[in-house]
């Protein structure tokens, strides 16, 4: 399986704190994507990282990809209370995205 | 676009009745899939479609689960007959391919919470 292995499974931090989220993988991949997902709602695509690239930002965002050791890291800058929520990775291969378990983050006001 | 729309977000329904949820993609994605998600098991994915096309269903639990996409437009899920182990969130995403990469970012609809009693 190539399915992503987040960790940690949960994390719980200051707001204002940075976040660090890895993701961990078994296969080969085309790229690999990191989502939200708020309580009871769907997943929100953050940001995708292609195979060829080893780093990308979007904002507060700053994500990382070592194929080498099949590994992706989200990173989380100045955290907010709002940035509570489930963080999943997603490996993307041939039209087939699979998701972890997802990190729950908690940010404490 | 009013993004991936499905229908509907809450059902109830006894064991043994055939449920049906419906999803309408995002105009212009050829991907199209149905997840499932428990605290057990976290998001699985079902089964996938690529231009209307199913490619790959090696998740789809039993054969109880079928799942159709007759246009573009237009997919269901469906169960028959339902138990009470099928409760669950029930996602679907769409997304479209990018040159030889396959597909891109998947754009989830809000999901249908599925119990069975």
């Known amino acids: 399986s190539q399915q992503g292995e987040e960790d940690p499974q949960a994390l719980s931090i200051q707001e204002g704190e940075n976040a660090t989220m890895n993701c961990s993988y078994k296969t080969s991949i085309n790229n690999l994507q990191w989502y939200r997902q708020n309580s009871g709602r769907g997943l929100v695509h953050l940001i995708l990282i292609r195979s060829n690239e080893r780093e990308k930002h979007s904002g507060r965002l700053r994500v990382t990809l070592d194929t080498s050791k099949k590994s992706s890291s989200l990173l989380i800058t100045a955290s907010r209370a709002a940035d509570t929520a489930s963080y999943f990775c997603a490996t993307g291969l041939a039209g087939k995205s699979t998701f972890g378990d997802g990190t729950t983050l908690t940010v404490k006001p | 676009d009013a993004g991936v729309i499905q229908s509907p977000r809450h059902e109830v329904t006894e064991m043994g009745q055939e449920v049906t949820l419906r999803c309408k993609p995002i105009?212009?994605?050829?991907?199209l899939f149905w997840y499932r998600q428990t605290m057990m098991r976290g998001l699985e994915l079902l089964i996938y479609?690529?231009?209307?096309?199913?490619?790959?269903d090696s998740g789809m639990p039993e054969d109880r689960f079928s799942a159709k996409m007759p246009n573009a437009s237009f997919s269901t899920l469906k169960i028959q007959p339902s138990e009470p182990r099928d409760s669950a969130v029930y996602f679907c995403a769409s997304s479209f391919s990018f040159l030889r990469q396959g597909a891109t970012e998947a754009f989830f609809g809000q999901g249908t919470r599925l119990t069975v009693v």
């Open positions: 479609f690529n231009n209307n096309v199913p490619i790959d």
């Open positions: 105009s212009g994605h050829d991907y």
